[in-house]
């Protein structure tokens, strides 16, 4: 199972936000939606999912 990560500082924020998640996307995709709506107060809709998705990465390389 391979792992994959989402790096919040690669988006715009006005919180200068640090978080980086990894698992598995369906964590990862999970987790990272929960926290854009909480945090970043995102509205909670597939274009979310869809937007966080295809900034995932593979996991192995930011944690070589």
């Known amino acids: 199972m391979a792992r994959v990560m989402i ?3 690669k988006m715009p924020s006005e919180t ?3 978080l980086t ?3 598995t996307e369906e964590e990862v995709l999970k987790a990272a939606a929960e ?3 909480s945090t970043h107060g995102h509205a909670d809709n597939p274009e979310l ?3 966080l998705r295809g900034q995932l990465e593979p ?3 930011a944690m070589a």
Do not use: F
Request: glycine share 6%; hydrophobic share 35%; charged share 35%.
């Open 7 to 9: 790096d919040c500082r």
């Open 16 to 18: 200068n936000c640090s």
């Open 21 to 23: 998640i990894a698992g």
């Open 35 to 37: 926290h854009a709506i």
């Open 49 to 51: 999912r869809e937007e």
């Open 59 to 61: 996991a192995e390389a």
